[in-house]
């Protein structure tokens, strides 16, 4: 069965150092997301990115944060200088199609920020 | 603001009950309705989902039931097992768009 596979599974950095998460999306999806759960709590949105830009984006995802699909595959997102707050569950999700809208998660990247 | 307000925020179940859990939403403009199941250290993973063109869907135990007018949707699990044990996340979205989540439902079963 595809999947979507992110690496790392755990990071820990120090406060202001630059993490570069990795997602590998099933193949022949076309939207791409990535959300964050602070531990016991919901499920953040922070940006979707469809056709090599970025489709939209919510408050969470300031200038810190950049996404890139940088080749055919791969699919990262960048947080230039962590934050404490940052500390979190992210998690790269793909969706098939326009009218699809199941959302394929990885089991995600856990961030501690020191 | 386009939330999704869910509850309740935990639920204790005695196996071969039933679990019910809520959820309420917004914005008109939604068009697709998802549960998510979380287990710990897990990615969420869809359930069961639903458009706002019926009111039911059933799949094995699982029953998502919604009502449009009341902007509401709810999921039912019948004959609840300790392998449902798990975070249960309504969402909503337009089909094109970003799903926004409920809080979360976290629910045990008890053998």
């Known amino acids: 069965e595809p999947e979507v596979t992110q690496t790392p599974s755990h990071q820990v950095t120090q406060m202001g150092q630059e993490v570069i998460l990795r997602c590998v999306p099933i193949s022949n999806h076309l939207y791409f997301y990535w959300y964050r759960q602070i531990l016991g709590q919901k499920v953040e949105f922070l940006v979707s990115?469809?056709?090599?830009?970025?489709?939209?984006k919510s408050e969470i995802f300031d200038d810190q944060f950049s996404v890139e699909r940088p080749d055919g595959s791969n699919f990262t997102l960048k947080i230039r200088s962590t934050k404490l707050e940052d500390s979190a569950m992210y998690f790269c999700?793909?969706?098939?199609?326009?009218?699809?809208?199941?959302?394929?998660f990885g089991e995600g990247s856990r961030l501690t920020v020191l | 603001q386009q939330q999704v307000k869910q509850s309740p925020q935990s639920l204790i179940v005695q196996k071969g009950g039933i679990s019910i859990i809520n959820c309420a939403y917004e914005?008109?403009?939604?068009?697709?309705f998802p549960w998510y199941q979380q287990f710990p250290g897990k990615g969420p993973a869809l359930l069961i989902a639903?458009?706002?063109?019926?009111s039911e869907k059933k799949e094995g135990r699982f029953t998502i039931s919604f009502n449009k007018s009341a902007k509401q949707f709810s999921l039912h699990i019948m004959d609840s097992q300790p392998g449902d044990s798990a975070t249960y996340f309504c969402?909503?979205?337009?089909?094109?768009?970003?799903?926004?989540f409920g809080d979360g439902t976290t629910l045990t079963v008890k053998p």
């Open positions: 990115f469809y056709n090599n830009e970025i489709s939209e």
């Open positions: 639903i458009r706002p063109d019926v």
């Open positions: 969402a909503a979205s337009r089909v094109a768009g970003k799903s926004t």
């Open positions: 999700a793909s969706r098939g199609g326009a009218n699809t809208g199941e959302l394929f």
């Open positions: 914005n008109t403009a939604f068009d697709y």
